[in-house]
């Protein structure tokens, strides 16, 4: 139990598919983020929630649309995918979101695009 | 803006012996640094960190580093390489209350019998 679940672990989805990752995190945490790991590159970050409001959207295209209806849910609804968007898509919290608190991952969800 | 490079993106060593994983940063303020391991169809787990105060951290399992300013370094150690400690190992790093953690592209250690 890593205190942050993802679901689905695995999913594969057409390009025209509408699909969408689900992340719980249950340490009272009041920050929430979307990673993006793809094979032989850093960990790109890509949407940041402090207190259920957006406080970064890392330049990621529209076909990518965050949800965090409440601290401890964190969703990013998928539609329209491209072939170079499979990777592991992590989900993570922390205390807050400064510098200093160390962030607590879930153990992703691979994601093919076909 | 920040940065990490680690060094060696694959390290192979034998059991018992020394661990060593290096990682150089850059930061425009004190930087706040951080090691994650990543066992395979895993997410990352922290293993130790550095805010402020002493420059020889330890983490778990018997892993430690070391800050050092002077060479914007902070690598990781371990004396005694175990077969669970096999996984890939991620630097980062963060300036102040900057939350954004800029990781390093990682090193895979292989340990062999």
């Known amino acids: 139990e890593t205190g942050v679940t993802q679901t689905p672990r695995h999913l594969v989805m057409g390009m025209t598919n509408k699909k969408s990752l689900k992340c719980e995190q249950h340490l009272g945490h009041n920050a929430m983020y979307w990673y993006k790991q793809s094979a032989k590159k850093p960990l790109e970050l890509m949407f940041v929630y402090n207190f259920k409001e957006q406080t970064e959207n890392n330049s990621v295209p529209s076909r990518f649309s965050p949800e965090c209806p409440n601290s401890s849910h964190l969703f990013l609804h998928l539609h329209t995918l491209q072939p170079e968007d499979s990777a592991l898509y992590l989900c993570?919290?922390?205390?807050?979101?400064?510098?200093?608190?160390?962030?607590?991952f879930g153990n992703g969800t691979r994601l093919t695009v076909t | 803006a920040q940065s990490v490079t680690q060094l060696g993106s694959h390290v192979s060593v034998s059991e018992g012996a020394l661990v060593l994983l290096r990682c150089n940063y850059s930061?425009?303020?004190?930087?706040?640094l951080f090691w994650y391991v990543q066992y395979p169809n895993q997410g990352l787990q922290l293993l130790l960190k550095?805010?402020?105060?002493?420059?020889l951290v330890k983490g778990i399992n018997g892993f430690e580093a070391e800050f050092k300013k002077s060479e914007t370094s902070f690598h990781l150690t371990k004396p005694s390489a175990h077969m669970s400690d096999a996984a890939e190992y991620f630097c980062?790093?963060?300036?102040?209350?900057?939350?954004?953690?800029?990781f390093g592209k990682g090193t895979l250690l292989t340990v062999n019998p």
């Open positions: 980062a790093v963060s300036e102040g209350s900057n939350y954004k953690l800029t």
């Open positions: 550095y805010t402020t105060g002493a420059t």
């Open positions: 930061s425009s303020v004190p930087p706040y």
């Open positions: 993570a919290s922390s205390q807050e979101g400064r510098g200093n608190s160390p962030l607590h």
